[in-house]
């Protein structure tokens, strides 16, 4: 139904000099939307949990990004591992290891 519209729009109001690079579209995220408290909820540990930054959920919130909010956190307890190369990165000692040596053997650190 939301199609049919939005090809019903796009047909009857734009130009036929605009139909090649735009078309309408319904935002329906409004329709599935939960409370404040539940979005702020979601957010907090999506932000926590390193896979949302301030401004994705900025952008979620139809806010302004706002420069130098694109990082993502990670608490310095982590240790994340990459099974590709077999290392670990050790956030709060900025080092990069492997288990390939013996047992987790130091192999650069980072800055």
Do not use: C, W
Not at 73 to 97: C, H, M, R, W
């Amino acid at each position: 139904m939301i199609s049919i519209l939005e090809k019903a729009f796009s047909d009857s109001m734009l130009l036929i000099a605009e139909k090649p690079n735009m078309e309408f579209k319904i935002d329906t995220n409004g329709l599935l939307r939960t409370s404040t408290k539940e979005r702020y909820d979601a957010y907090a540990v999506g932000i926590k949990s390193g896979f949302l930054s301030r401004n994705d959920v900025r952008r979620k919130e139809n806010m302004d990004v706002i420069e130098g909010l694109d990082l993502y956190s990670y608490s310095l307890a982590d240790v994340l591992y990459d099974p590709k190369s077999k290392t670990y990165q050790i956030f709060n000692k900025g080092e990069i290891a492997s288990f390939e040596k013996g047992g987790g053997e130091k192999s650069e650190t980072t800055n």
